[in-house]
T-cell receptor
């Protein structure tokens, strides 16, 4: 199935570091969403973006909806151990009458050894 | 406010069997979407139900079918299970069919 290009695939963080990840698509989306998934759990919504150029924060998390509507990024400032997990971007199209999500493959955040 | 719930949490079936997974949507939500997540991958859209009607379908064969009930809860049925159907099945609910989706904890299905 169709997927977004999400990078990096994985990264190691040290407590206090800032983290950046992004997502690109060949298609335009009307909505960009960022989710975090812990092992054995469902994805938890972090930030929703509804308008091109929109910059939205949720605590230490900041995300932007790209001007071209084909990309989005997520920044985490001053990372803490509980930030470890898998982060997914998802785009929503309003094609036809449905509103299904198309997901990236995820960015896995781990603690630096 | 109760979030999205799914049952069962885990399930083991053998090839060729049939399975039914259940989802209760968040209070006030009339749309349920189902996703399949293979290990190491992002979720893949199976189908969506809006006001008890199928409202879009991903690239999944007809042996994947669903229902939505008047209280907006939903079922996912898979017939003639194959080994590749082993995955985490996620249900998400939303206020309407184009609104932000909130996920349940998933059902882990293992097909032997």
């Amino acid at each position: 199935g169709q997927q977004l290009n999400q990078s990096p695939q994985s990264m190691f963080i040290q407590e206090g570091e800032d983290v950046s990840m992004n997502c690109t698509s060949s298609s335009i989306f009307n909505t960009w969403l960022w989710y975090k998934q812990d092992p054995g759990e469902g994805p938890v919504l972090l930030i929703a973006l509804y308008k091109a150029g929109e910059l939205t924060s949720n605590g230490r998390l900041t995300a932007q909806f790209g001007i071209t509507r084909k990309d989005s990024f997520l920044n985490i400032s001053a990372s803490i151990p509980s930030d470890v997990g898998i982060y997914f971007c998802a785009g929503m199209n309003y094609g036809g009458s449905q509103g299904n999500l198309i997901f990236g493959k995820g960015t896995k955040l781990s603690v630096k050894p | 406010e109760t979030g999205v719930t799914q049952s069962p949490t885990h399930l083991i079936k053998t090839r060729g069997q049939q399975v039914t997974l259940r989802c209760s949507s968040q209070s006030g939500h009339n749309t349920v979407s189902w996703y399949q997540q293979a290990l190491g991958q992002g979720p893949q859209f199976i189908f969506q139900y809006y006001r008890e009607e199928e409202n879009g379908r991903g690239n999944f064969p007809p042996r994947f079918s669903g229902l939505q009930f008047p209280n907006y809860s939903s079922e996912l049925n898979v017939n003639a299970l194959e080994l590749d159907d082993s995955a985490l099945y996620l249900c998400a609910s939303s206020l309407a069919h184009r609104e932000t989706q909130y996920f349940g904890p998933g059902t882990r299905l293992l097909v032997l």
